[in-house]
């Protein structure tokens, strides 16, 4: 069974940091590419950043670009999300996503939607004073 579990969420100041950690299991990480995606409270999916099986491409959101890295340890078969500079409108659930097919990938992963993806159950981030 594919499982993906996100954890390292929790409340930070403006301009603080969190490392995202999802965990994997049930398929051969190193041949799947890897998502992240959030939803803030009362919007739909954003997508975040796209990870390539090798970790050798990785593709962000132009608003998180710079603040945000992806990576991954296919040793551990967990893919992280380095998130810095954080600000209040980055306050939502964030996901962790599976491509279905293995060894391809989107750049911009907005192709992937609940239907098309393996989602984890996700992990919340709130930014406040």
């Known amino acids: 069974e594919v499982q993906l579990v996100e954890s390292g969420g929790g409340l930070v100041q403006p301009g603080g940091s969190l490392r995202l950690s999802c965990a994997t299991s049930g398929f051969t990480f190193s041949t799947y590419w890897i998502y992240w995606f959030r939803q803030a409270p009362g919007k739909g999916l954003e997508w975040l950043s796209s990870i390539s099986y090798n970790g050798g491409s990785e593709y962000y959101l132009r608003d998180v670009e710079g603040r945000f890295k992806a990576s991954r340890d296919n040793a551990k078969a967990t893919v992280y999300l380095q998130m810095n500079s954080l600000k209040p409108d980055d306050t939502a659930v964030y996901y962790c996503?599976?491509?279905?097919?293995?060894?391809?990938?989107?750049?911009?992963?907005?192709?992937?939607?609940?239907?098309?993806?393996?989602w984890g159950k996700g992990t919340q981030v709130t930014v406040s004073s």
């Open positions: 996503v599976r491509d279905p097919r293995p060894w391809v990938g989107y750049p911009n992963g907005r192709q992937l939607t609940r239907e098309f993806g393996d």
